[in-house]
């Protein structure tokens, strides 16, 4: 069964510095993998996804993201925050199309904290 | 072009009374899925409807219950309403499968903030 782990439910930086959101998954097959921001009291914004090719995937605001098959990680970086970024952030999982495994698979969401 | 909508933004119900839900998905989407996010417990996968039929459902008891209409909205019914179904249900949208503009995100609504007392 396919799943998505994050490990830190907080993760503090100060504004200016790098930050880095962690997420390790378990699917079979190929795996496809979204990052999706939450604002309060607001829906789920897509920020980016790998599905195949460039390790390295750019997203909106300044965000990216590296594919690492031998650690089955997914993690979220950005190289200045800012205290906007402020939010709750979701790695997100499926398996390849077709069945029951066409569905998202989110993990428990990390909230970033920009300190200014 | 209008995004994913949710209706009503807010819903106070109480303790076994009945709670619908409704979404209409972006223009040419023909598959809904509906989230709930109840506090602290992450986002929960509920429904899948496609072409009008349940795809798939999420481990969650069948007063949990919906469907696709012709015009690929879609609606969330759940009876016997208990406390702990408080929560945000989230609905989102994708393009049909198979098609090259699906790469696979879904696209979300705003959410439907379900309070039952």
């Known amino acids: 069964a396919q799943s998505v782990a994050q490990p830190e439910d907080q993760v503090n930086v100060a504004e200016g510095n790098p930050l880095t959101v962690k997420c390790t998954y378990s699917v079979s097959g190929n795996p496809y993998l979204f990052w999706y921001v939450q604002y309060p009291n607001r829906g789920l914004q897509f920020l980016l996804k790998y599905i195949t090719g460039d390790n390295l995937v750019k997203g909106s605001y300044g965000f990216e993201a590296e594919f690492n098959k031998s650690q089955t990680s997914f993690h979220l970086k950005k190289p200045s925050a800012l205290v906007s970024d402020s939010a709750l952030y979701f790695c997100a999982v499926r398996g390849p199309y077709g069945g029951a495994t066409n569905k998202l698979i989110f993990g428990t969401g990390t909230l970033l904290a920009v300190q200014p | 072009e209008a995004g994913v909508t949710q209706s009503p933004t807010h819903l106070i119900k109480t303790r076994g009374q009945q709670a619908t839900l409704r979404c209409s998905p972006i223009?040419?989407?023909?598959?809904v899925y509906w989230y709930q996010q109840a506090l602290g417990l992450g986002l929960q996968f509920l429904l899948w409807y496609d072409e009008g039929e349940e795809r798939n459902r999420g481990n969650f008891p069948p007063r949990f219950s919906g469907r696709q209409f012709p015009n690929y909205s879609s609606e969330l019914n759940v009876n016997a309403l208990e406390l702990e179904d408080s929560a945000l249900y989230l609905c989102?949208?994708?393009?049909?499968?198979?098609?090259?503009?699906?790469?696979?995100?879904?696209?979300f609504g705003e959410g439907s903030r379900l309070t039952v007392l």
């Open positions: 989102a949208s994708s393009s049909p499968e198979g098609l090259a503009v699906n790469t696979g995100e879904l696209f």
């Open positions: 223009s040419g989407h023909t598959s």
